[in-house]
């Protein structure tokens, strides 16, 4: 068989390609089917037939808007990591991901604690990880509510947190809650957890 290329023209296809490979990495940053505005929205609109895993790292975008994630009925993992520039998630963000198990938001910039509300997943032992965000000072009432409608497991760490508000835990079974190295915790409210079911070990130095 004949070979189509030789040595010295693959040299210099691979000299050609060579240019737009910064751009090539910056589009592997940004996962199909999202788009990366800098400085502007992320959005990953749905359906994508098999798309169970999202990564999203080192994303230039500002905000998380209002169903950004829309019609990904088969996603299980969402990672939002290492997004500095990100200031906003928008409520209903994360609204009706039915298959949802795992969602983690860590380092990122934003000042409010998300809406992780009405996620609506029916999938048991579904885990939120919220850590090293150092600009969210609040849990506010209410925060995981119509997350899932099984039991959760919380791993909230390393965050800005002073203050966890009355019924925070409102409308949540805990299978388990971590709220490790928030070394500005101060305030949890008496009735944080009122309305909340579980957990049945809170690490005990938890505001430590
Ligand atoms: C959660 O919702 C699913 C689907 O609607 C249902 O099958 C399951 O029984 C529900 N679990 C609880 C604890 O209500
Ligand atoms: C607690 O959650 C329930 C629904 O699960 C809601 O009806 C109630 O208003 C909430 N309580 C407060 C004080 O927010």
Known sequence: M?????A???????????PPLPRALREALCPEPCNCVPDGA?????PTAGLTRLSLAYLPVKVIP????????EVIKILIQNTKNLRYIEPGA?????RLKYLSICN???????DVTKVFSSESNFILEICDNLHITTIPGNAFQGMNNESVTLKLYGNGFEEVQSHAFNGTTLTSLELK???HLEKMHNGAFRGATGPKTLPCRAMA
Request: hydrophobic content about 45%; glycine content about 6%.
């Open 42 to 46: 992320l959005r990953c609109p749905g």
């Open 66 to 73: 209002s169903q950004a994630f829309r019609g990904l009925n």
């Open 181 to 183: 190295e928030n070394v």
């Open 2 to 6: 004949k070979q189509r290329f030789s």
């Open 108 to 114: 990122t910039g934003i000042r409010k604690f998300p």
């Open 94 to 98: 994360f609204i009706n991901l039915p």
């Open 8 to 18: 010295l023209q693959l040299l210099k296809l691979l000299l050609l390609l060579q």
